[in-house]
């Protein structure tokens, strides 16, 4: 079965960090960019980062930019999210996504995790 | 960046109704638009891609049309597992990708 499943959200307070993962299983990792987006509270989602398959190229919101980290070891299949100088609007359920398309960097997410909920808050 | 505007943020209908969700971008996109269904407590759900190409085992009451700046999104007898809030998303930009603000279907 196709699989993704984050890990690794909870209470922070403003200014902490916090690392997310995402373990994925079912498919060839190596072969897949991926993504993560958020949901604020009762909003829409939001793209924060993206990691082509090689680990080559990342992309971040400009909201996250040189705040968050997107990084991928394709031998454990499992993709992170270091998550630094969290502010309280950061607050919101971290979704891991894969792109449709073997390869594609820049398309729909077919495969979605569960989400992992990240609080920031004092 | 690309704005993605969907209408109407709330929609009300009944069981067997036709509906019909539009988002506009910013900008032209082509087709490289997805719609996604969520419902309460649940990830997304990828429904069409490239603007109107249906996802495997997605129901054909679901259809996706336009290109350029104008998108809908067409249900075409509204059962009641399709009660849920739609996002379009567009995918032009490899490095930037954007959501729509949503729109709750409800009864």
């Known amino acids: 079965e196709v699989q993704l499943v984050e890990s690794g959200g909870g209470l922070v307070q403003p200014g902490g960090s916090l690392r997310l993962s995402c373990a994925a299983s079912?498919?060839?990792?190596?072969?897949?960019?991926m993504t993560w987006v958020r949901q604020a509270p009762g909003k829409g989602l939001e793209w924060i980062s993206t990691?082509?398959?090689?680990?080559?190229?990342?992309y971040y919101a400009d909201s996250v930019k040189g705040r968050f980290t997107i990084s991928r070891d394709n031998s454990k299949n499992t993709l992170y999210l270091q998550m630094n100088s969290l502010r309280a609007e950061d607050t919101a359920i971290y979704y891991c996504?894969?792109?449709?398309?073997?390869?594609?960097?820049?398309?729909?997410?077919?495969?979605w995790g569960q989400g992992t909920v990240v609080t920031v808050s004092s | 960046d690309i704005q993605m505007t969907q209408s109407p943020s709330t929609l009300s209908a009944s069981v067997g109704e036709r509906v019909t969700i539009t988002c506009r971008a910013s900008?032209?996109?082509?087709?490289?638009l997805a719609w996604y269904q969520q419902k309460p407590g649940k990830a997304p759900k990828l429904l069409m891609y490239?603007?109107?190409r249906l996802e495997s085992g997605v129901p054909s009451r679901f259809s996706g049309s336009g290109s350029g700046t104008e998108f809908t999104l067409t249900i075409s007898s509204l059962q009641p597992d399709d009660f849920a809030t739609y996002f379009c998303?567009?995918?032009?930009?490899?490095?930037?990708?954007?959501f729509g603000g949503g729109t709750k279907v409800e009864i």
């Open positions: 996504a894969r792109e449709r398309v073997v390869g594609a960097t820049g398309d729909a997410f077919n495969i």
């Open positions: 079912g498919f060839t990792f190596s072969s897949y960019a």
């Open positions: 990691l082509t398959s090689s680990g080559g190229s990342t």
């Open positions: 900008r032209s996109i082509s087709s490289w």
């Open positions: 490239e603007a109107s």
């Open positions: 998303q567009q995918y032009i930009d490899d490095s930037r990708s954007t």
